[in-house]
């Protein structure tokens, strides 16, 4: 992740979340939906750990569950700015930290770790995955989800976009193109992937490189939207849980 470029692009990427949430349509809400479901049961006086946490969506609706403490780390200091501005629970904290390190946080201190569509922003996945087992307390669990690795894949506007385009303008499937090609992408277009791009990795690098850190694969969930289209057929992201054990 590029602090600069997630600083300058703040107030855009605030703005597109806001958009987002506020869609009822959107395949956000289902993924959030899973989040709670798969947690719910172990939020009550757990220690939280938000990683990548933006504006702070994400720890505001599992600080309902009854979390001893939640806290969210962001390596950009305008986003952290923004969610705790916007966060009024007590048991809920923010700070900014490079999530590949996590030096803020203690061996051993965090029951729960989470991560809403981020891995994809972060240079160094294992370095990532590597942190978040070192601060998980045994039977920890890390739950977080990415655009899906499958489907969206690099593109570039205009010239090989990511949509196939139906005769009345509506995207009726995905171009696959450059699945294997892993590493730094950039849309080229308006959108979130165009203001700061992505790292795509493929579905096996991705679970090789969490069980080889020492995971445990607890369940793979892809949620769709539940408006009708294309995003109710194809997943737009993808929910990894996974547990260290004993």
């Not at 790292?199 to 490189?209: A, C, E, F, G, K």
């Not at 849980?241 to 004993?246: K, R, T, Y």
């Amino acid at each position: 992740m590029n602090i600069p470029e997630y600083d300058s692009a703040a107030d855009f990427y605030v703005a597109f979340v806001d958009r987002t949430l506020n869609d009822p349509g959107s395949s956000w809400h289902p993924l959030l939906e899973k989040y709670v479901a798969l947690l719910k049961d172990r939020l009550s006086g757990a220690c939280v750990l938000d990683i990548a946490c933006g504006e702070g969506h994400l720890s505001r609706l599992l600080s309902a569950y009854g979390p001893r403490e939640i806290i969210g780390i962001d390596l950009s200091s305008a986003l952290i700015k923004v969610a705790s501005e916007r966060t009024p629970q007590s048991q809920v904290h923010f700070r900014t930290d490079d999530a590949r390190v996590l030096s803020s946080i203690p061996d051993a201190s965090v029951d729960i770790a989470v991560s809403k569509l981020a891995v994809m922003d972060i240079p160094d996945h294992q370095a990532l995955f590597s942190a978040v087992y070192r601060v998980l307390v045994p039977n920890g669990v890390f739950v977080f989800s990415l655009l899906h690795p499958c489907f969206e894949t690099p593109f570039h506007e205009p010239e090989a976009p990511q949509f196939i385009v139906g005769q009345q303008g509506e995207s009726t499937g995905y171009a696959i193109r450059e699945y294997v090609r892993e590493g730094h992408w950039n849309s080229g277009g308006t959108g979130v992937r165009g203001k700061v791009g992505a790292y795509h990795r493929t579905l096996s690098t991705l679970i090789n490189d969490l069980l080889s850190t020492g995971f445990v694969l607890r369940g793979l969930y892809e949620p769709v939207a539940k408006a009708p289209g294309l995003f109710a057929q194809v997943p737009r992201s993808l929910l990894i849980h996974a547990q260290i054990s004993n």
